[in-house]
């Protein structure tokens, strides 16, 4: 894991690099047009309002216009699907979150690769998702939940067939030792007004997207994803301490290309999003949606993505989850 030290290193080594960048890719012409940025989840979910964080100020930075086209659907997998067979000239480029690498697990039959047929630009960050019920569910804690879903049947939403949302909500429920009905929609969005509405039992959807509904009370905080407390709700309990060990999935969002983009310009890219990432406006922006920076090289976003492949096959396996 890496840790916050780390982290200050790598966002000064990236600053340095975008330092060198602006002399030597002056002459490329790069970008000449405006760029589209895919995001394969509904307007509003957490992988929109990150992104669109970021590509404000990124294309402040380029002096280029980046139009966010969001074509949402299984799991993310539509979106990708369409990123991966974009020209790879660095005018079309992917926005998608964790279930970016979740994607092989939960569709077998997917006609692109993660892995190969993209390339880490940048990563964005990383937030946890948190576990909210219905206010009129009556459940308070998230031991109220597992006493309840042992008890009788269950429902919980996500944003997708084997989207970042599903695949934490099942590592949760496959540590807590219940079953539970996955409920799949378009985006986090829909999922999580049905939750409202008390149609749906739960859902773990982002903290960027949860957050004003829980400080409105329309939906109750039971725990949060990640390792440590979120610093959006810092009186939310992780699922780790609240007895679940190996219950936490940590959401991140990032950028991606087509992989046969040339190398100078996914580095360009790279750089001016870092240097987005530290200006104050999306730094604030961040705070505001419980999002931390996790700058990584684009070779190590790669790696991130392989890993995680191989990790989330093996919990698909461990629910017992079958995809059509």
Not at 18 to 47: C, D, K, M, Q, W
Not at 62 to 80: D, F, M, P, Y
Not at 208 to 233: E, M, W, Y
Request: glycine residues 10%; contains cysteine; hydrophobic residues 45%.
């Amino acid at each position: 894991m890496i840790n916050r030290r780390q982290l200050l290193a790598a966002s000064a080594a990236g600053l340095g690099a975008h330092a060198l960048s602006r002399a030597a890719f002056a002459e490329t012409g790069y970008p000449s047009n405006l760029i589209r940025a895919i995001v394969p989840f509904s307007a509003g979910s957490t992988t929109d309002t990150v992104g669109r964080i970021v590509l404000d100020q990124l294309g402040a930075l380029l002096g280029q216009t980046i139009i966010v086209e969001n074509r949402g659907g299984a799991g993310g997998s539509v979106g990708a699907s369409f990123a991966s067979k974009a020209a790879a000239d660095g005018y079309t480029i992917l926005i998608n979150g964790a279930g970016h690498s979740a994607a092989p697990a939960a569709f077998p039959n997917i006609n692109y690769d993660p892995a190969n047929d993209f390339a880490g630009v940048a990563l964005l960050g990383v937030l946890p998702n948190v576990l909210v019920v219905s206010p009129s569910s009556g459940i308070k804690t998230i031991q109220d939940l597992v006493k309840k879903a042992k008890a009788e049947p269950t429902t919980f939403a996500s944003a997708g067939l084997g989207s970042a949302t599903h695949l934490a909500a099942e590592r949760f429920r496959v540590a807590a030792g219940f079953s539970s009905t996955h409920v799949p929609f378009r985006g986090g969005v829909e999922g999580l007004t049905e939750v409202m509405a008390g149609r749906i039992d739960f859902t773990c959807m982002g903290v960027a997207s949860t957050a004003p509904f829980i400080a409105d009370g329309k939906v109750v905080a039971l725990a949060v994803s990640t390792q440590r407390r979120s610093i959006l709700l810092p009186d939310v309990p992780t699922t780790l301490e609240s007895g679940y060990p190996g219950s936490d999935y940590t959401f991140w969002t990032g950028m991606f290309a087509p992989a046969k983009t040339p190398r100078e310009i996914v580095e360009k890219l790279h750089d001016y999003t870092m240097e987005a990432l530290t200006s104050p406006r999306v730094m604030s922006n961040f705070k505001q949606q419980g999002m931390e920076p996790l700058p990584l090289s684009s070779a190590e976003i790669d790696a991130m993505v392989k890993k995680e492949i191989v990790e989330n096959k093996e919990l698909v396996r461990a629910a017992g989850l079958k995809f059509g």
